[in-house]
């Protein structure tokens, strides 16, 4: 292994889960941390930590500068960025391997490409990945964007084309509506991304969300089959699926091996992730967008392969070519992710930074939870609301759900509200357990099922 010390370019569970995967292949890991991070678990458990600033993300996490210049001061030969933050920052990957360190992700060039929502649509196309029909690249002005609408016909999105998250996203139903929603998704992208651009795609009813997870070394790449994510808030995720039970097994073929195709066309290297949206009515497919870095919800799909993906993501940009074919990924079982949030979900899930008085974790076979939360940590108040990540894994659906009941009853966070009154709620409901949901479903089923302290 050509890494020796890797820098933790992130916080909470995505830290800890970096640090541990680290651990087992006998590398050792300094922890950035802004100065808010310090008594995190991931800072605690790390082999030496460096402060890259303030408490502010800006200031910290989201510091290029800073964080190259805490990697490089504390000896380190390789930057892991996790998910969100910089993660995705092609100008700070190029950083990192200009100053002699690796990146463990894509390359900058693929980060450059795929990046851009707009482009990686053109690039998709020419793969012979189904795109939703939509604008020819970004669109410059009102004007640009009205012409593209009418071709497209309404409704249409409005997306960020340097986006993700479901930031900057908004839904035009007409010319006044798109006139109204441009400015305001400029101004969203601006301010999250540092880069207003936008695109328009066509607007699917009823669409399942449906992405694939890729491994690449930058020759050849894999897929390790799919994960639903169509249960949703605000277009933030809140509940994943792996594999998709929306999807034939010819179904499920088909769109696997058009992820693989793109992420071969591109020279994919490390973990990266493929969305797709779903007609099941229909059983069409439609590539979104790429995510160049690892998902936060990876964990259902290492439970039915078997695979650690942060750990194969640290061999292969340590110059380890991909140890595996299509062949060695079984797909077994039935695995279901939720999220637990500080957010308060009888309170219009108003952020609920707190101190945890008390913590009772699930256990039990296939029962996992990823966190970094102990008994007397002080949740800060700046950054995402997520605590963690409860994962589980059976022989079926029906049994992960049932295993999912019983862990969430044993789950109990103390100290702030949490989002797995959520959980406890939709594990119970029939649509839910039916499988009978879609991107728009969970904020209907809101409106109608108000959550009560």
Same mark, same amino acid.
């Given at each position: ?51 890259? *600033?303030?408490?502010?993300? *800006? ?349 969430? *009853? ?44």
């Amino acid at each position: 292994m050509a890494i020796r010390r890797i820098f933790v370019a992130n916080r909470g569970e995505i830290a800890l889960r970096i640090i541990r995967a680290a651990r087992e292949l006998g590398i050792a890991t300094v922890q950035g941390v802004s100065a808010a991070d310090r008594e995190m678990l991931p800072a605690r458990l790390a082999d030496a930590v460096a402060e890259i *600033g303030p408490a502010q993300a *800006g200031k910290s996490y989201l510091n290029k500068g800073a964080v190259l210049h805490a990697a490089i001061e504390s000896g380190c030969d390789a930057v892991h960025p996790g998910y969100g933050f910089l993660s995705e920052n092609a100008d700070f990957a190029q950083m990192v391997e200009e100053a002699g360190l690796t990146f463990i992700g894509p390359r900058p060039e693929t980060i450059r490409r795929m990046g851009d929502k707009a482009t990686a649509r053109s690039i998709a196309a020419e793969a012979g990945v189904p795109t939703v029909p939509g604008s020819e690249g970004r669109v410059e002005g009102l004007d640009a964007a009205r012409a593209a609408a009418a071709t497209i016909g309404f409704p249409v999105m409005i997306k960020a084309a340097a986006g993700g998250g479901g930031r900057g996203i908004r839904v035009a139903r007409d010319p006044d509506e798109l006139a109204t929603l441009i400015p305001q998704a400029t101004a969203e992208a601006k301010a999250a991304f540092g880069d207003g651009g936008l695109y328009l795609e066509r607007f699917v009813a009823r669409a399942r969300h449906v992405e694939v997870q890729v491994l690449g070394d930058g020759r050849d790449a894999i897929h390790l089959f799919e994960r639903e994510c169509s249960l949703q808030r605000r277009r933030q995720k809140v509940w994943e699926e792996a594999p998709a039970a929306c999807l034939s097994p010819e179904a499920s073929e088909a769109l696997c091996a058009s992820a693989v195709r793109l992420a071969k066309t591109v020279g994919y290297r490390g973990a990266g992730t493929l969305e797709y949206l779903y007609d099941a009515e229909t059983g069409a497919f439609f590539f979104i967008e790429m995510n160049t870095r690892i998902q936060v919800e990876h964990p259902v799909t290492e439970m039915i392969t078997g695979i650690d993906l942060v750990r194969e993501m640290i061999r292969i940009a340590g110059g380890e070519p991909l140890r595996l074919s299509q062949a060695d990924v079984r797909p077994r079982g039935h695995a279901i992710e939720v999220r637990i949030n500080a957010e308060d979900p009888a309170s219009a899930f108003r952020p609920a930074p707190g101190t945890i008085t008390a913590l009772s974790l699930p256990g039990g076979p296939g029962v996992r939870v990823d966190t970094m939360l102990y008994p007397g940590y002080a949740v800060p108040p700046f950054y995402d609301s997520l605590l963690a990540k409860l994962v589980i894994h059976d022989e079926s659906r029906e049994a992960a759900l049932a295993r999912l009941g019983r862990a969430l *009853g044993e789950l109990a966070v103390e100290g702030l509200p949490t989002t797995a009154a959520l959980h406890r709620a939709l594990v119970a409901d029939p649509a839910v357990r039916a499988g009978d949901v879609h991107t728009r479903w969970l904020e209907a089923w809101l409106e109608s099922h108000p959550l009560t302290p």
